[in-house]
């Protein structure tokens, strides 16, 4: 049950569950590959490792109501990628996905980690693939939850991409951001949930605030979200058939993003995709409104 902690500077309270104080409770631990220095959680210990890997413009907390399934079966390494979260970036760091991908090579390749799984959502997901054609047979499974697919073109997106890239950029972004009705919108963050109240609580003290209070935040999610590029996106129908791990696609059914039938049709141009699983009652964030579903299917995945 959740319960009202604390105080902020504006007299207003967060609210968090026991699950989000756990999480940030946990010590944030960084790496230095070179142009930034990649910040991480661990949870869980023994376990083989299972490397998470977030969206934009989230960062590793979004997986906090998994690790209660996962983190008595794997040791977990939550990763905040550059731009987004505590991980620190530099005007060299590489934003683009197969940067991103080998920044993470490097990381894992510091952490000792020979052979892991990988679960990944949205962007994370397309860096994971980029890692995937890198690392081979070293990243053992990879779990992917809703992302983007070949020729096709999310709503907003590229139009963010686009103005991201215009001067004032993140000052009109701060300012989007302190409205309730563009948070709420397809624009914003409507496209996210089926029950629009989970905008509240953890989710907007440590997604949403942080962006609109530090311009550091809003630029480096800027540079995040420039970093996309579509032709290598849809190059991803080529790409898909040479990573041969075992694939297991997690959906949310009613996602606006990225509709679920193309998802469904992505799966096939992978040799070993292990199966797909259509969340009902939950749209681009089903880890963040159906977390017991996902889990189920993770673990029968991770573990078959």
Known sequence: MGRWTGGTKDGLYDHMDTTSELFLAA???????????VAYRVFGTGGPPLVCIHGWPLHSFTYRKLLPHLQDRFTCYMVDLPGLGESEWTDKTD?????????LQRMFKALGLDAYAV????TGASIARHLALLEGPRLRKLAIINTEMPGHRP???????????????????????????????GMGFGGCFVDLSLL???????????????????????RYLRGIDWK???????????????????????????PEPLG????????NCAGFESIAGARLLPHEEKPDEVAQTLLTFLQA
């Open 200 to 222: 509240e609580g953890d989710f907007r003290e440590q997604f949403i605030v942080p962006l609109m209070q530090s311009s550091r935040r809003t630029e480096g999610a800027i």
């Open 119 to 122: 679960l990944a959502h949205d």
């Open 95 to 103: 934003f683009s996905f197969p940067g991103q991908a080998a920044n």
């Open 232 to 258: 290598l996106i849809d190059h991803f129908a080529v790409d898909h058939q040479r990573i041969t791990v075992p694939v297991q696609f997690i959906w949310g059914r009613e996602d606006p993003t990225f």
């Open 27 to 37: 010590a944030v631990k960084w790496i230095d590959t070179g142009a930034t220095r």
């Open 264 to 271: 469904r049709r992505m799966s096939a141009q992978f040799p």
């Open 155 to 185: 709503p907003w997106i590229p139009l963010y991409r686009h103005t991201m890239g215009l001067p004032g950029a993140g000052v009109v972004l701060r300012t989007l951001l302190r409205s309730d009705t563009y948070l709420r919108s």
